[in-house]
């Protein structure tokens, strides 16, 4: 006999994944890890850690919903769901004001706007192309010989950023790679580059009725430059969750109760 109080979000994506239990709408407990090359075993070993860090098994859990490019993957997930959803689900849970999520991973940025209840009213996306995520700051803290965690602070040392004009990836590292070569300062680099993808996320968000209050998600909120950058083109504050990572899985797990309470599966 199950105990039907726990219960399970796991997100599979491009570069990280993270499991999450919840105890009635509680976090109980969580796990991140990096995706690599093997997701079906990535899902089993950070869903192991989070049940391990919970003190459970996995036949306690009544319910387990996947989201995240790499859902597909998870064969012990009772249902999918996608990103979109689980992250604006998960957004409204930690900040109940949100009407827009800006949600910038490894290889997706999307902007969403929500009703009162967390539920999707409208979204965007960047078109196949890594320009304005995650992946682009990873290409760049390459080139410049820094840590990605680093960035943030380093960025928010420059007076002002150096602009960057290309839009393509590969183009902009052989911009940036000049940019060292005349000399110019790492940070204002940095800052430009911030800009750079803040104002690309910006012009996406334009599509869509943005309204208060705004909360960040995804790896690339730990970037205090990008935040910076954002909240400037915003002209306003964006709410920052403690754990930018773990929004997708919470909002797959509070959809996994909703369901299993409602009798869906
Ligand atoms: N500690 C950190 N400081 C600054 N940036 C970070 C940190 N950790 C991760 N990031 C940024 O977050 C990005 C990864 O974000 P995330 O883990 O949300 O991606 P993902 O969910 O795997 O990707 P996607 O949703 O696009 O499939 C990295 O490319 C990096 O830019
Ligand atoms: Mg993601």
Same mark, same amino acid.
């Given at each position: 006999?199950?105990? #039907?109080?726990?219960?399970? $979000?796991?997100?599979?994506?491009?570069?990280?994944?993270?499991?999450?239990?919840?105890?009635?709408?509680?976090?109980?407990?969580?796990?991140?890890?990096?995706?690599?090359?093997?997701?079906?075993?990535?899902?089993? +070993?950070?869903?192991?850690?989070?049940?391990?860090? $919970?003190?459970?098994?996995?036949?306690?859990?009544?319910?387990?919903?996947?989201?995240?490019?790499?859902?597909?993957?998870?064969?012990?997930?009772?249902?999918?769901? /996608?990103?979109? /959803?689980?992250?604006?689900?998960? !957004? #409204? =849970?930690?900040?109940? $004001?949100?009407?827009?999520?800006? +949600?910038?991973?490894?290889?997706? %940025?999307?902007?969403?706007?929500?009703?009162?209840?967390?539920?999707?009213? +409208?979204?965007?996306?960047?078109?196949?192309? %890594?320009?304005?995520?995650?992946?682009?700051?990873?290409?760049?803290?390459?080139?410049?010989?820094?840590?990605?965690?680093?960035?943030?602070?380093?960025?928010?040392?420059?007076?002002?950023?150096?602009?960057?004009?290309?839009?393509?990836?590969?183009?902009?590292?052989?911009?940036?790679?000049?940019?060292?070569?005349?000399?110019? &300062?790492?940070?204002?680099?940095?800052?430009?580059? #911030? &800009? %750079?993808?803040?104002?690309?996320?910006?012009?996406? !968000?334009?599509?869509?009725?943005?309204? &208060?209050?705004?909360?960040? /998600?995804?790896?690339?909120?730990?970037?205090?430059?990008?935040? =910076? %950058?954002?909240?400037?083109?915003?002209?306003?504050?964006?709410?920052?969750? /403690?754990?930018?990572?773990?929004?997708?899985?919470?909002?797959?797990?509070?959809?996994?109760?909703?369901?299993?309470?409602?009798?869906?599966?």
């Amino acid at each position: 006999m199950k105990n #039907h109080t726990f219960f399970a $979000g796991i997100d599979i994506g491009s570069l990280s994944s993270e499991a999450l239990i919840l105890k009635d709408n509680r976090i109980l407990s969580y796990s991140i890890m990096n995706t690599g090359a093997y997701p079906e075993r990535i899902a089993k +070993d950070c869903m192991d850690q989070a049940l391990k860090k $919970g003190g459970l098994n996995i036949n306690q859990v009544s319910c387990i919903v996947a989201t995240g490019y790499g859902r597909i993957s998870v064969g012990f997930a009772d249902k999918q769901i /996608t990103e979109i /959803t689980c992250h604006a689900r998960g !957004a #409204h =849970y930690l900040f109940p $004001g949100t009407r827009t999520v800006i +949600d910038i991973g490894g290889q997706d %940025s999307k902007v969403i706007t929500t009703d009162e209840n967390g539920f999707v009213t +409208d979204f965007v996306m960047n078109d196949k192309c %890594s320009a304005g995520t995650g992946r682009f700051l990873e290409v760049m803290a390459r080139v410049l010989e820094i840590e990605v965690n680093e960035m943030g602070t380093r960025s928010m040392r420059a007076k002002a950023g150096v602009q960057i004009s290309s839009m393509c990836t590969v183009f902009a590292e052989s911009e940036v790679i000049s940019l060292i070569a005349d000399g110019k &300062d790492p940070d204002e680099i940095l800052k430009g580059i #911030h &800009d %750079s993808i803040s104002k690309r996320v910006f012009g996406m !968000a334009k599509r869509l009725r943005v309204r &208060d209050e705004i909360t960040f /998600t995804g790896g690339v909120a730990k970037n205090k430059g990008i935040v =910076y %950058s954002l909240s400037s083109l915003f002209k306003r504050k964006i709410n920052i969750p /403690t754990e930018p990572q773990i929004v997708g899985a919470l909002g797959a797990a509070l959809c996994a109760r909703e369901m299993f309470i409602k009798g869906k599966l």
